[in-house]
């Protein structure tokens, strides 16, 4: 599990959207557009890298808020 603070730079935007009417305990698959997410630079990441223009994939819990 990752946590991460709505809002804050850090995170990318696409989950910021996702989880702002999100209620504690549900779980979605979320689908983010390079737009909403690394974009045309894309990113070095944890186990790899994340190419230029990939659409990002992910299951989101929202645990607590």
């Known amino acids: ?36 997410a690394y974009g045309k630079q894309g990113t070095e990441a944890v186990g790899g890298v994340i190419p230029p223009d990939a659409t990002l994939i992910y299951t989101l819990e929202l645990r607590d808020l």
């Open 1 to 36: 599990p990752e946590v991460f603070t709505l809002g804050v730079a850090a995170s990318i935007p696409g989950f910021d959207e996702a989880v702002m009417d999100m209620q504690a305990g549900e779980k979605r698959i979320v689908i983010v557009p390079p737009n909403l």
